[in-house]
């Protein structure tokens, strides 16, 4: 039902835009469609569905262990949910590992649930009647810090090791076009095509795109966690494919989480 | 608006990154070397469709265009300009010029080189995504500066045709660390390809120009 109402929204909003006249008045009433679209659905942004599939999925006694996630650790004390998220990725102790929510999910589904890591891995990103858990128990959690605060803290020795890591992957250039992440992200106020980049390595920027992930994305009628945001980039950058949950995933997610500080979480969101 | 773009500090001989932001203590504090990145990348890809795990490998110019403040080491900018100039190939028949109508259908197409692209498939130059170029064309990029009017202004000259076919084929001979892929050096697209850009900048029939 909400994916025919978006589908129809997206349909009336692309209808206008052939009566526009010049470039100039082109683009910015193309920007206006988008804002005006974005209010139109703030009310019932289709994210809502995976929240509660995945609060579904976070209480069910699943898995070869027959056990629920609620004891799961994210960070906060085991089965603490509030805010969780603003303070990842962060060290754990017990894996010895700086995590992200993806990875520390995935660590609970297999150890605490006995459920298949390779199965969740290569389902993590869903299509179509293809559901993905994974994004489902995100869009659960992230919905849980909605309004609180980014408090990502660097202090153990893994978690200085994995920003200052994700700082350099940040400026990795490679690949057959030399792109790095800093190519699109390095530079305020740029655009791909109509598309605005966010400028990552500035404060405000850094927090508007950081805390507007997960999102539901309307031209692919899925919600999409970040650790997808990062493969698809890596796609886009002609690299090859991003581990699901690598080192370098979560040192990425170190180093921009923590520049989002001070920002409060405002997803699952909705993008276009 | 606080910007942390990063300066390049020396502190003994590690270089580290520091920032005037919220984050300068915590940047400082810890080095990471060179082959140690490389060795976090090769252990976090995997290889898909015609995406390698060579895609990893930097060449000296991306290793050194990674570093930030890079434009800071003036005679090794100078030194990267030269040695990627010798690298350009010019046509053998020597005409530069191909077909405009060719090169809009290139500068268009973005599709290539993906992991999820058909390998073999015939890559684009996707000029619009970064720059503008006909006045018809409005949803251009901004990440590269307006190429609007390029042949108009400055005239379709022979040196101006070399200069145009050699940047589209090694930007950084002209540009050190440019944005811009290397479409010759890097065999994104073919000769026949890169004339037809060349022609879609300067032919004085093209949209470009008028």
Redesign the interface.
């Known amino acids: 039902m909400f994916r025919k109402l978006v589908k129809g929204c997206l349909l009336a909003t692309a209808c206008l835009l052939p009566a526009i006249a010049t470039?100039q008045s082109?683009?910015s009433d193309t920007v206006k469609g988008i804002e005006r679209y974005r209010e139109l659905l703030a009310d019932g942004n289709p994210a809502d569905l995976w929240e509660a599939r995945g609060e579904g999925l976070w209480k069910e006694t699943r898995g070869s262990k027959k056990a629920s996630l609620e004891t799961c650790d994210l960070g906060k004390g085991p089965g603490v949910v509030k805010g969780a998220y603003t303070e990842l990725p962060r060290y754990f102790k017990d894996t010895g590992r700086v995590m992200d929510l993806e990875t520390r999910l995935l660590h609970c589904m297999v150890g605490i649930q006995g459920l298949d890591e390779a199965a969740i891995k290569r389902n993590a990103f869903g299509a179509g009647t293809n559901r993905s858990d994974m994004e489902a128990l995100v869009a659960y959690v992230t919905s849980e810090s909605k309004g609180i605060k980014m408090k990502v803290s660097?202090v153990h020795?893994r978690e200085?090791?994995s920003?200052?890591?994700g700082?350099?992957?940040f400026?990795?250039?490679?690949?057959?076009?030399?792109?790095?992440c800093a190519?699109?992200h390095g530079?305020s106020?740029?655009?791909?095509?109509?598309?605005d980049?966010p400028n990552l390595?500035?404060?405000?920027d850094a927090q508007r795109a950081y805390t507007t992930w997960p999102a539901y994305r309307v031209s692919q009628g899925e919600l999409r966690t970040f650790q997808w945001r990062l493969f698809d980039c890596?796609?886009?950058q002609?690299?090859?494919?991003?581990?699901y949950g690598?080192?370098?995933?979560i040192?990425l997610t170190t180093f921009l989480a923590?520049?989002a500080?001070?920002a409060a979480f405002n997803a699952p969101a909705l993008k276009r | 608006?606080?910007?942390?773009?990063?300066m390049l500090v020396v502190a003994g001989l590690a270089l580290g990154?520091a920032s005037a932001?919220?984050?300068a203590a915590?940047?400082a504090?810890?080095?990471?070397g060179e082959a140690?990145?490389m060795g976090?990348?090769f252990?976090?890809?995997?290889?898909?469709g015609q995406?390698?795990?060579s895609?990893?490998?930097?060449d000296d110019?991306?290793k050194f265009?990674?570093?930030?403040g890079w434009q800071k080491q003036k005679a090794h900018v100078k030194q990267l300009e030269k040695e990627q100039l010798a690298t350009i190939k010019y046509p053998a028949d020597g005409k530069l010029l191909g077909s405009w109508q060719a090169g809009e259908r290139v500068a268009q197409t973005g599709v290539g080189?993906?992991?999820?692209d058909a390998p073999g498939s015939t890559a684009g130059g996707n000029c619009?995504?970064?720059h503008q170029m006909s006045?018809e064309e409005?949803?251009?990029?901004?990440?590269g500066p307006s190429l609007r009017n390029f042949g108009k202004t400055r005239g379709n000259t022979e040196a101006m045709q070399r200069y145009a076919y050699g940047k589209i084929y090694n930007s950084q001979a002209y540009s050190a660390c440019s944005?811009m892929?290397?479409f010759g050096h890097?065999?994104?697209l073919t000769e026949q390809q890169m004339k037809d850009l060349t022609a879609l900048l300067l032919d004085p029939n093209s949209p470009v120009n008028k």
């Open positions: 470039a082109a683009q660097i020795p200085k090791e920003y200052a890591m700082e350099k992957i400026f990795y250039r490679g690949g057959s076009h030399d792109f790095a190519t699109c530079e106020d740029k655009r791909i095509r109509l598309q980049l390595l500035d404060k405000k890596f796609r886009q002609r690299f090859p494919a991003l581990e690598s080192d370098a995933s040192a923590k520049n500080n001070g | 608006m606080q910007n942390f773009k990063p990154m932001g919220v984050a915590d940047r504090q810890v080095a990471v140690e990145v976090e990348m252990r976090s890809f995997n290889p898909q995406a390698g795990l895609r990893l490998r930097q110019v991306q265009c990674s570093t930030p080189m993906q992991f999820s619009y995504a970064c006045a409005v949803s251009f990029g901004t990440i944005n892929p290397r890097s065999g994104i």
